[in-house]
């Protein structure tokens, strides 16, 4: 196995679980490529044990576990224990890469890389070391060693002096290497070393201290499958999260205590008093609140309302009444004058026998003014399909807060959509992504009925395959509809079309999958963009993790800083940063949704589809899933007026978009569910 020339030997000592164990450790400090640190690289061999003196038993040691260092070339030194008194999860670091090694393997080697602080810092994210170095192929594991807000201080005489233990002790994250070849281990840890600068360049920590701040979050999630990671990211950002939402939610079970400070029972009905409430909740609480924030669709403009009359950090509520209603949303746009709205099926009627208007011309989009997840949003191709499309969207809040009854009428825009996401700070772009939303049910030219037309979301695909002339056509346009709709900091979620753009979605009969193309006819308009929708807040969890596994950027966590105020720009600022070389892999969100409604029979289609394809559902196909159904779940298909996604994936290729394609047709081929009848 080849070395650098630079490294160091020493005899490690293992005392874990009444049992002692020896190791020969190789070990070498890389030139400093960050500005706050160095990486230590340590590769360890079993040893055999010492004739001298470390094979003496040390009978003061219990089943306490602990780590000695000793002089390889000394034989008459004792064996020093290293001090992790103040960071004890380094231990149990480098104690579970040391139990990788069989002890019926000698020639097998562990290696891992620490990083090691040589400026004093605070830290802003205490788990970004694992956040960034996830799907890393090189990473068995990614441990941090730090506590959120920490105050850590530089290790740079032990450095210096080559102070094997106290490096150690000081280091303030660790990586393993994923097991290669011996031969190669050095190899890979100067790829590895690459990798640590490509994803670790950037804002997790900071030269000034950080307090602890409390944050009123409106309206948990569902469950904790399809949220757990934003929790996860308050707590590592050092926030005291406090969840109001209504009287027996999840969250207000007390295992799960470490994710939020506390857990006040409100009416969070979004109603003309939801404001109201929220400001007597939180001023009720008996604590200091630093912000509030939601990000629940009809409880935005509320939330908005209720941080302004605290003096909270917030856009205009006014922004959201816009953002929230697409007929008010349409009207800013360059084409409002293609639209119209109707609020009930009257009017619908009114304007078809209307001779002074202009005919209408199909196909058209019908969708609620209020609404999100793509419900009841329907293309409709002629008179008829219209009505039903317009009395579906107008019943959508029937038995809701919504006073809005309204739905608005549109053109069907059949250029390539895309998600376009947004991190502004003062109107500036900090961070913005463009991803392939691939064609749904509703794209087809068939006659079914309007019901089951839908745009529920079937693949979104990271790192788009527009042109780059129509990819800075969005990024301008839809920029310039966020600010022109009274908006200046936060993450939004934008959705749109490029109209006469120069590819479509083809579907390919070799492959079964769709291919963006060269248009088989060229078109004589220039291409435009369509704003769909703006969606003033971070896309849903599985588009949201989609970003944070590709480019390492966490839309909640951004957004829950910007909630603090000004005092966290710099955080904010920092953290929006992305990998320095762009997306680590092909990616896409897989969605799985029913044909039909009905009531699940299948135990856990998701669980049964890992067991039975164990080559299909693995860490380097998939980074996240969210199969919430379980057996006796009804479930709600495109008739309905909801949602309808039995099951969501993020799903990742370093081969190919081919590859990444033919994966998500695999995981609908086998996920398996049977439904009863309603």
Same mark, same amino acid.
């Given at each position: 196995?080849?070395?650098?020339?630079?490294?160091? @030997? !020493?005899?490690?000592?293992?005392?874990?679980?009444?049992?002692?164990?020896?190791?020969?450790?190789?070990?070498?400090?890389?030139?400093?490529?960050?500005?706050?640190?160095?990486?230590?690289?340590?590769?360890?061999?079993?040893?055999?044990?010492?004739?001298?003196?470390?094979?003496?038993?040390?009978?003061?040691?219990?089943?306490?576990?602990?780590?000695?260092?000793?002089?390889?070339?000394?034989?008459? $030194?004792?064996?020093?224990?290293? @001090?992790?008194?103040?960071?004890?999860?380094?231990?149990?670091?480098?104690?579970?890469?040391? #139990?990788?090694?069989?002890?019926?393997?000698?020639?097998?080697?562990?290696?891992?890389?620490?990083?090691?602080?040589?400026?004093?810092?605070?830290?802003?994210?205490?788990?970004?070391?694992?956040?960034? /170095?996830?799907?890393?192929?090189?990473?068995?594991?990614?441990?941090?060693?730090?506590?959120?807000?920490?105050?850590?201080?530089?290790?740079?005489?032990?450095?210096?002096?080559?102070?094997?233990?106290?490096?150690?002790?000081?280091?303030? #994250?660790?990586?393993?290497?994923?097991?290669?070849?011996?031969?190669?281990?050095?190899?890979?840890?100067?790829?590895?070393?690459?990798?640590?600068?490509?994803?670790?360049?950037?804002?997790?920590?900071?030269?000034?201290?950080?307090?602890?701040?409390?944050?009123?979050?409106?309206?948990?999630?569902?469950?904790?499958?399809?949220?757990?990671?934003?929790?996860?990211? @308050?707590?590592?950002?050092?926030?005291?999260?406090?969840?109001?939402? @209504?009287?027996?939610?999840?969250? !207000? %079970?007390?295992?799960?205590?470490?994710?939020?400070?506390?857990?006040?029972?409100?009416?969070?009905?979004?109603?003309?008093?939801?404001?109201?409430?929220?400001?007597?909740?939180?001023?009720?609480?008996?604590?200091?609140?630093?912000?509030?924030?939601?990000?629940?669709? $009809?409880?935005?403009?509320?939330?908005?309302?209720?941080?302004?009359?605290?003096?909270?950090?917030?856009?205009?509520?006014?922004?959201?009444?816009?953002?929230?209603?697409?007929?008010?949303?349409?009207?800013?746009?360059?084409?409002?004058?293609?639209?119209?709205?109707?609020?009930?099926?009257?009017?619908?009627?009114?304007?078809?026998?209307?001779?002074?208007?202009?005919?209408?011309?199909?196909?058209?989009?019908?969708?609620?003014?209020?609404?999100?997840?793509?419900?009841?949003?329907?293309?409709?191709?002629?008179?008829?399909?219209?009505?039903?499309?317009?009395?579906?969207?107008?019943?959508?809040?029937?038995?809701?807060?919504?006073?809005?009854?309204?739905?608005?009428?549109?053109?069907?825009?059949?250029?390539?959509?895309?998600?376009?996401?947004?991190?502004?700070?003062?109107?500036?772009?900090?961070?913005?992504?463009?991803?392939?939303?691939?064609?749904?049910?509703?794209?087809?030219?068939?006659?079914?009925?309007?019901?089951?037309? %839908?745009?529920?979301?079937?693949?979104?695909?990271?790192?788009?395959?527009?042109?780059?002339?129509?990819? &800075?056509?969005?990024?301008?346009?839809?920029?310039?509809?966020?600010?022109?709709?009274?908006?200046?900091? #936060?993450?939004?979620?934008?959705?749109?079309?490029?109209?006469?753009?120069?590819?479509?979605?083809?579907?390919?009969?070799?492959?079964?999958?769709?291919?963006?193309?060269?248009?088989?006819?060229?078109?004589?308009?220039?291409?435009?963009?369509?704003?769909?929708?703006?969606? &003033?807040?971070?896309?849903?969890? /599985?588009?949201?993790?989609?970003?944070?596994?590709?480019?390492?950027? %966490?839309?909640?966590?951004?957004?829950?800083?910007?909630?603090?105020?000004?005092?966290?720009?710099?955080?904010?600022?920092?953290?929006? /940063?992305?990998?320095?070389?762009?997306?680590?892999?092909?990616? /896409?969100?897989?969605?799985?949704?029913?044909?039909?409604?009905?009531?699940?029979?299948?135990?856990?289609?998701?669980?049964?589809?890992?067991?039975?394809?164990?080559?299909?559902?693995?860490?380097?196909?998939?980074?996240?899933?969210?199969?919430?159904?379980?057996?006796?779940?009804?479930?709600?298909?495109?008739?309905?007026?909801?949602? $309808?996604?039995?099951?969501?994936?993020?799903?990742?290729?370093?081969?190919?978009?081919?590859?990444?394609?033919?994966?998500?047709?695999?995981?609908?081929?086998?996920?398996?569910?049977?439904?009863?009848?309603?």
């Amino acid at each position: 196995m080849s070395v650098p020339k630079s490294n160091r @030997a !020493q005899g490690l000592l293992l005392h874990h679980e009444g049992r002692k164990t020896f190791f020969h450790c190789q070990w070498s400090v890389n030139p400093a490529k960050l500005s706050y640190g160095v990486s230590v690289d340590l590769v360890f061999k079993r040893a055999l044990q010492p004739s001298t003196p470390a094979e003496q038993p040390l009978s003061h040691l219990d089943r306490t576990t602990s780590l000695w260092h000793y002089d390889l070339e000394n034989n008459s $030194a004792s064996p020093e224990r290293i @001090a992790f008194d103040g960071s004890p999860s380094v231990l149990d670091f480098l104690t579970s890469a040391l #139990g990788c090694l069989p002890e019926n393997h000698p020639e097998d080697v562990a290696a891992v890389k620490l990083l090691v602080p040589t400026v004093d810092m605070y830290v802003s994210r205490s788990d970004a070391i694992e956040m960034r /170095m996830k799907d890393c192929v090189l990473v068995e594991q990614a441990r941090s060693f730090v506590e959120p807000l920490q105050h850590i201080k530089a290790a740079t005489h032990s450095i210096e002096v080559n102070d094997f233990a106290a490096i150690c002790a000081g280091s303030i #994250g660790g990586v393993q290497l994923r097991s290669y070849d011996p031969g190669e281990t050095w190899l890979q840890l100067g790829n590895l070393e690459e990798q640590f600068v490509n994803r670790l360049s950037y804002g997790w920590l900071s030269s000034r201290p950080l307090a602890r701040k409390r944050l009123a979050f409106i309206q948990g999630r569902a469950d904790a499958e399809g949220s757990i990671e934003m929790w996860r990211s @308050a707590k590592a950002l050092g926030i005291a999260l406090v969840v109001f939402d @209504a009287q027996g939610h999840w969250l !207000q %079970d007390p295992k799960w205590s470490d994710l939020r400070e506390a857990f006040v029972p409100m009416d969070i009905t979004p109603d003309q008093e939801l404001p109201a409430r929220i400001v007597q909740a939180v001023r009720s609480y008996g604590k200091p609140f630093h912000g509030i924030m939601t990000v629940s669709d $009809a409880r935005l403009s509320a939330a908005a309302r209720a941080a302004q009359q605290m003096s909270f950090a917030t856009n205009p509520a006014d922004a959201y009444d816009i953002a929230g209603d697409k007929y008010l949303t349409r009207k800013l746009e360059p084409s409002a004058s293609e639209s119209f709205q109707c609020t009930d099926v009257g009017q619908a009627h009114d304007r078809l026998k209307n001779a002074s208007l202009p005919s209408l011309r199909y196909p058209l989009i019908v969708k609620p003014c209020t609404g999100w997840g793509s419900e009841c949003v329907t293309r409709v191709d002629d008179d008829d399909m219209l009505i039903e499309a317009v009395a579906k969207a107008c019943s959508r809040h029937d038995n809701s807060a919504f006073a809005s009854t309204g739905c608005v009428v549109e053109p069907y825009i059949s250029g390539p959509e895309f998600d376009a996401n947004f991190v502004l700070l003062n109107g500036d772009v900090l961070f913005f992504e463009i991803a392939d939303d691939y064609p749904s049910r509703g794209d087809s030219r068939s006659t079914e009925l309007a019901a089951n037309c %839908d745009f529920l979301e079937t693949q979104v695909v990271s790192s788009a395959g527009l042109p780059v002339q129509e990819q &800075a056509m969005i990024r301008d346009h839809i920029h310039a509809s966020i600010i022109r709709q009274g908006f200046h900091s #936060g993450v939004y979620h934008c959705e749109g079309r490029v109209r006469d753009s120069t590819v479509e979605f083809r579907l390919n009969p070799s492959t079964g999958h769709f291919d963006l193309t060269p248009r088989a006819t060229k078109g004589t308009e220039k291409p435009s963009v369509y704003l769909v929708e703006n969606n &003033a807040r971070p896309p849903g969890y /599985m588009v949201a993790n989609l970003t944070a596994v590709t480019y390492g950027v %966490d839309y909640f966590a951004l957004q829950m800083l910007f909630a603090l105020g000004a005092e966290e720009q710099d955080r904010f600022r920092g953290l929006a /940063m992305p990998f320095r070389d762009g997306a680590q892999y092909y990616s /896409m969100v897989q969605y799985v949704s029913p044909t039909h409604s009905g009531v699940l029979v299948t135990e856990d289609p998701g669980k049964e589809m890992a067991a039975r394809c164990p080559d299909l559902v693995h860490r380097d196909n998939i980074a996240v899933s969210w199969s919430p159904k379980r057996k006796g779940d009804r479930v709600y298909g495109p008739e309905s007026k909801e949602t $309808a996604w039995l099951s969501r994936y993020v799903l990742t290729s370093r081969q190919s978009l081919d590859h990444l394609l033919e994966l998500g047709d695999r995981i609908v081929r086998e996920y398996k569910y049977e439904l009863d009848t309603i």
